[in-house]
């Protein structure tokens, strides 16, 4: 479980630097596949339990 969370956190760092990437160069297309990889690791390390609190 771990795991994927990390993966999940690794993911949206990825789309984080791809979409600033895409802004800085002007490349839309970068810039909407980062936003798109940052969501998707965001859900993928709630999925896993990243995002949990205790009670």
């Not at 839309?28 to 949990?52: F, L, N, Q």
Request: aromatic share 6%; charged share 45%.
């Amino acid at each position: 479980m771990k795991e994927n969370r990390v993966k999940g956190h690794a993911t949206e760092a990825k789309g984080k630097a791809k979409e600033f990437a895409g802004k800085v160069t002007g490349d839309k297309s970068t810039e909407y596949k980062g936003k798109a990889e940052k969501y998707v690791g965001k859900a993928k390390a709630k999925m896993a339990g990243g995002d949990k609190k205790k009670k």
